[in-house]
């Protein structure tokens, strides 16, 4: 019988990483790793600095110290010796932004931020691909059709602008249109921040079913210690800047040790 | 005339945006920012490709203009008078006698030769633009040859009107490297611009861009392979000269409806009812 690997290999190694916009403003000394076909949650209040954190990870904003290392487990396929590690702000921006491009996803909590609204929801789930020189227009359709029905949005309204969606709408779009690269590491920050509860929860549990099926690796932003209960396996705690406590998600919400964790827990609202 | 340099600019700016047009031809469909002048004209009627014609210009050179392929409507007028009093070279309406070439809008029927320059006019030189708004974010873009969303807005055509309906500054990438505009002209023209023996300019004078096609440069109009690129054809033939294969204009003779379809090209229309007559 062939056992399961134990330890996942590691694919994001985050090295003591710092991006103060002034004292306890940003982030501060975040160290952490992330394994293949986990999600990781980082929770905390308004200006914790986890969006900072997040930025500073998906490559859109340079840190004042430390690393982020990319690794491309080598097992897979042979890949170039070059490439199987890539220190995110050592390579050069072309490569940074192929890798974004290509490799990575970023959700936006604001669909807006990440779609191109002025043109229809085909030509905005095809972007990625034709950036990867995909130039087959029948294809490119099906494939579009394909992902709004993982989605769950009606295929039939593939030519329709984004603005006639709604926001929950919109919201999968973007996601779909993120996911269509099939990238191996996605950063979502707040992606259900906006929307109304019963279309939380079908986002949600859509979202928990393709990071499933895919095999995808997640970094997690939110405020709302529910969403990251139904999603996370593993949860950080921000606070000014530092990261208070780590843990697995059940572990740290249902046995909070620190006394911010200990606050944030108990101030969730149960109706 | 007096008071005047020959060619209107002085010659310090003449020899800055020679040195442009190098860099330009030196790097096929790179657009180079240049220190636009005020030309005694509005923006928009070709103050880019007026101050490119008067760089290059020499004294013994033949110009010919045309404007929507024709050497007699106003702009064209207005700019060929212009060259006339404050370089007093010859002019031509004849393409095969022209040294330099400026236009707006067409690339002539009659092939182009080697030593021959052709000059465009160019409203909009980002070929990025309608979809990245940021200057900034553009240049990263050529430089990363991030060419995607070219296609987004293809494949826009084709979803919203069933084919590409893009018809004019239809985009190209030239030499396999940079995506370019080719400034207003109809799709047609698109082909003529592949391989071309003639030195090709571009200038674009609000925007302060010029770039160039070197003579003999490969161009690719851009397409999918199932909607291949295609140009434009036309179930009429000339009313004047009975031209199957020139680009038409549509033309309305009447109110009651009446209409005929005339070459864009005059000095074309013209040589073949010369030949015929």
Known sequence: MKKPALERPVLLDVQDITRLYGPAKGCEAIDFQLHAGEVLGIVGESGSGKSTLLRVLAGLEAPDAGRVVYRRHAGEDVLDRDEAELDLYAIGEARRRALLRLEWGLVHQNPRDGLRMGVSAGANIGERLMAQGQRHYGQLRATGQEWMRQVELDPGRIDDAPRTFSGGMQQRLQIARTLVTRPRLVFMDEPTGGLDVSVQARLLDMLRTLVRQLGLSVVLVTHDLAVARLLAHRLMVMRRGQVVETGLTDQILDDPQHEYTQLLVSSVLTP | ????????????????????????????????????????????????????????????????????????????????????????????????????????????????????ILVFQVPIPEPLRFIEPSEQETRLMHALEEYGVMHVKLYEDIARYGHIATTYAYPVKVDGRYVMDPSPIPKFDNPKLDGNPALMLFGAGREKRLYAIPPYTRVESLDFEDHPFEIQSWEHTCALCGSDHSYLDEVITDDKGGRMFVCSDTDYCQTRRGEVA
């Open chain 2, 1 to 116: 005339m007096d008071g005047y340099n020959f060619a209107y600019l002085d010659e310090q700016t003449k020899r800055m945006i020679r040195r442009a047009l190098l860099k330009a031809v030196a790097i096929p469909g790179y657009q180079v920012p240049f220190g636009g002048r005020e030309m005694p004209m509005p923006y928009g009627w070709g103050t880019g490709g007026v101050q490119l014609t008067a760089s290059i210009l020499g004294a013994d050179d033949i110009l010919k203009v045309i404007d929507q392929g024709a050497d007699d409507t106003t702009n064209a007028v207005s700019i060929r008078h212009f060259f006339q009093r404050v370089a007093g070279v010859e002019t031509t309406t004849a393409t095969t006698a022209a040294d330099v070439i400026q236009t707006r809008h067409r690339i002539p029927e009659t092939p182009l030769r080697s030593g021959q």
